[in-house]
């Protein structure tokens, strides 16, 4: 997170989001809580997992985890609002950004047609000063996301996808990075709070096989969430690292 300095809320006017993320539980740590609140406002918003997170359990065989997982983001995402959860297949803790990705993603963006796109933070740390660093597959996702906004715009990028009936879509006003240090914008999220630990608490499984296995999802959210809302002049909020498109 940015220090010092006073935050901007979030564009608030816009029906349709896409959240797209690496991996289950990456919504949950922080931006949950910013995702109750925006379905209570009645905005749909699908969320869509790279990976089904099966190499994020040490005890857990990935064949085993996957499909853990995919239940337990399931009941996290209906917590907060959301009915449409989709799995992309793509294998956990390998994610290569590239041409290949871009297509994917792009794809999915022209089938959702979102105003709004949430990521997860992609820069190489969590905090200004480098000490707590990011994992390769944020880092790729995050990236990849804005290059499939613009290629989604592109008539004549992924042409085989305007050929099977897909419309190119240029609709897509914002990329918001949940988390990153970069933040200089915010949601406040103190009436959806316990929502948005309720959801990280349903990632129940993995949870468990965190360090010691006592970890307190909401003393962790509280942590990072009033310090947020310092920023914004409210009690809880979620940040957000914004990228335009909607200037070009």
């Given at each position: 997170?940015?220090?010092?300095?006073?935050?901007?809320?979030?564009?608030?006017?816009?029906?349709?989001?896409?959240?797209?993320?690496?991996?289950?539980?990456?919504?949950e740590f922080g931006a949950a809580a910013a995702v109750a609140r925006w379905t209570a406002q009645g905005k749909d918003i699908v969320y869509v997992l790279l990976t089904s997170g099966e190499a994020g359990i040490d005890a857990m065989d990935p064949d085993e985890a996957g499909p853990v997982r995919e239940v337990e983001q399931r009941a996290s995402?209906?917590?907060?609002?959301?009915e449409q959860v989709e799995f992309l297949g793509l294998p956990d803790g390998v994610i290569e950004a590239g041409v290949t990705l871009r297509s994917v993603l792009a794809r999915v963006i022209r089938v959702h047609r979102?105003?709004?796109?949430?990521?997860?933070?992609?820069?190489?740390?969590?905090?200004?000063d480098?000490?707590?660093?990011?994992?390769a597959d944020h880092i790729a996702t995050g990236k990849s996301v804005l290059d499939a906004v613009r290629d989604?715009?592109?008539?004549?990028?992924?042409?085989?996808?305007i050929d099977e009936g897909l419309e190119k879509w240029g609709?897509?006003?914002?990329?918001?990075?949940?988390?990153?240090?970069?933040?200089?914008?915010?949601?406040?999220?103190?009436?959806?709070?316990e929502l948005g630990v309720r959801s990280l608490e349903a990632h129940a499984a993995y949870l468990r096989g965190l360090g010691s296995g006592d970890?307190?999802?909401?003393?962790?959210l509280e942590g990072f969430s009033r310090q947020s809302g310092a920023r914004l002049g409210t009690k809880y909020a979620t940040g957000f690292e914004v990228f335009h498109f909607d200037l070009y």
């Open positions: 997170m940015t220090d010092d300095v006073q935050w901007q809320p979030v564009d608030e006017d816009w029906q349709r989001g896409l959240a797209i993320v690496a991996h289950p539980d990456d919504l995402a209906a917590i907060v609002g959301v979102p105003e709004i796109v949430i990521t997860n933070n992609f820069r190489d740390s969590w905090d200004p480098g000490a707590a660093l990011n994992m989604a715009a592109n008539r004549w990028v992924f042409r085989d996808q609709g897509v006003r914002q990329v918001w990075a949940a988390g990153s240090p970069r933040a200089r914008h915010g949601v406040d999220t103190t009436a959806t709070f970890f307190d999802a909401e003393e962790f």
